[in-house]
């Protein structure tokens, strides 16, 4: 199943589990490397995922202005919570480490999921925050497996400068990423600027990457 949740908290939140690669895909290849992030957001209850229909999931919702989309690979179902909030468009954020990551592979920036690219420390120096996880790993080099693993921003945003805009938007139009709007920094227009997508287009991204179905190469 794959699962898209996007929310503003209140004075409650959802429990919500972040699911990141298993290391038994570490000796294949780069796309079955990625694919454990496709599992992006699942609500958890109890320590047993949830899976019902939109209604049970509102008590999730109880203080958070949220959406949540949840698709049955198998019995090609949609679960949605807020249908007309899963339509609108926000700022990717984090989620947008999956299509940077197969552009900075696709473009040839980075070889594969065990590319080093050297922290600068000038150029991207420790934040207050640095001392709480997963930012207390940041400030050292990471690999693009590194990278995901610890949401490194600062290892996308010079993915991004690498790749160049000319490239990024050429590969973001061929995805049919959101509304395929890079005109912002080319380091930070995936972080609350111009590219925007829905949960709904964030699951038929997925299914697309999950079928092999993108408009990018199989290693």
């Known amino acids: 199943m794959l699962a898209v949740f996007h929310g503003v908290r209140g004075g409650s939140k959802p429990r ?4 990141l690669s298993d ?7 780069n796309m079955n490397f990625m694919r454990p992030t496709l599992l992006l957001l699942i609500i958890v209850a109890g320590g047993a995922v949830v899976a019902a229909n939109a209604q049970d999931l509102s008590p999730f919702f109880k203080d958070t202005k949220g959406a949540f989309v949840l698709y049955d690979l198998k019995n090609d179902r949609y679960t949605r919570h807020n249908e007309q909030r899963c339509r609108e468009r926000f700022s990717p954020k984090s989620t947008f480490k999956i299509p940077n990551s197969l ?3 696709e473009t040839g920036v980075i070889r594969d999921a065990d590319f080093v690219i050297p922290w ?4 991207y120096p420790p934040q207050d925050n640095w001392d709480q996880y997963p ?9 693009l497996r590194s990278a ?16 160049g805009r ?3 938007k050429k590969l973001v139009m061929a995805l049919d990423y959101g509304n395929e709007d890079i005109s912002g920094e080319i380091d930070y227009f995936w972080l609350g600027n111009s590219l925007k997508i829905s949960a709904d287009e964030q699951v038929e991204f997925l299914k697309k990457f999950y079928a092999g179905r ?6």
Do not use: C
Not at 16 to 19: F, S
Not at 214 to 219: D, I
């Open 16 to 19: 919500v589990q972040a699911l």
């Open 135 to 143: 930012f207390k790993h940041w400030g050292q080099d990471h690999t």
């Open 23 to 29: 290391d038994r895909e570490r000796n294949s290849s």
């Open 148 to 163: 995901i693993k610890y949401s490194v921003v600062w290892y996308y945003r010079e993915l991004a400068l690498r790749v």
């Open 166 to 168: 000319q490239r990024m």
């Open 120 to 123: 600068n420390r000038r150029k």
């Open 103 to 105: 552009i900075g592979l």
């Open 214 to 219: 993108l408009p990018v190469s199989k290693r």
